[in-house]
Nanobody, 115 residues
């Protein structure tokens, strides 16, 4: 089993920055990809960024150039650095650990960007 815990959300003004953390524990050897997702009220959950075990990254068009996903293998932690935040970035952000057997989701962390 894999456990996932997100942290780092909060309230920030437009143009500001936040760094989200995703700490994974358990049988992390089965995990191929870590993804950050977000869901705003009344909207579908959307993929924000992914990082593979090999370090390959992908981003949603809406966050390219502003967000950076990275990992610290020694800490079993993946980060999402969010810069130049916009009000439309406001959402609950979820971290997901993806394997061929099952997806493991964290509880989510709220990010609110004020205008």
């Amino acid at each position: 089993q894999v456990q996932v815990v997100e942290s780092g959300g909060g309230l920030v003004q437009a143009g500001g920055s936040l760094r989200l953390s995703c700490a994974a524990s358990g049988n992390i050897f089965s995990i191929n990809v870590i993804g950050w997702y977000r869901q705003a009220p009344g909207k579908q959950r959307e993929l924000v960024a992914t990082i593979t075990n090999g370090g390959s990254t992908r981003y949603a068009d809406s966050v390219k150039g502003r967000f950076t996903i990275s990992r610290d293998n020694a800490k079993n932690t993946v980060y999402l650095q969010m810069n130049s935040l916009k009000p439309e970035d406001t959402a609950v952000y979820y971290c997901a650990a993806l394997s061929i057997y099952m997806n493991y989701w964290g509880q989510g962390t709220q990010v609110t960007v004020s205008s």
